[in-house]
């Protein structure tokens, strides 16, 4: 049986819909999660309107790669991390910031002298998942 469901995003309100949430939260980072092709709706609609976010958060390198295509300029959060050293030079080049959630993300990013300042230092782009809680330390 299929579904003739479909949704219609209207890109000006949710734009107007994050500078009310910037209006409300006053200085704080607003960090728009869009992953899951931004949950359904579309990144091609979705990132545009969403372009003034602090952050752009997704899931995994090719939503990444999906997402500095459509913006070169935005700064995009990789929710998931790294699964594999490997994966370095990707995020460089897509200059990601990244979550560290296990101590082999950190090893990683050590032994990597590209990255050795930012994990050493943890600058704004390198962001800690704390006590396997779901809640991301965001530093500026």
């Not at 050293?85 to 082999?104: I, K, N, Q, T």
Request: proline share 2%; with cysteine.
């Amino acid at each position: 049986m299929s579904r003739n469901t479909f949704a219609t995003i209207d890109t000006p309100a949710l734009s107007r819909n994050l500078e009310r949430v910037r209006t409300i939260v006053g200085g704080a980072r607003i960090m728009a999660v869009i992953k899951a092709d931004a949950y359904g709706h579309g990144l091609g609609q979705c990132v545009p309107a969403l372009a003034k976010a602090d952050l752009l958060a997704v899931a995994t390198l090719d939503e990444a790669s999906a997402v500095r295509a459509i913006d070169a300029r935005a700064a995009i959060l990789l929710l998931e991390g790294i699964t594999s050293r490997g994966e370095l030079d990707e995020v460089r080049r897509l200059d990601l910031e990244l979550v560290f959630h296990h101590s082999a993300q950190l090893d990683w990013g050590r032994r990597d002298h590209r990255l050795r300042c930012a994990v050493s230092r943890r600058p704004r782009h390198a962001h800690r998942r704390r006590r396997n809680r779901l809640r991301r330390r965001l530093s500026a």
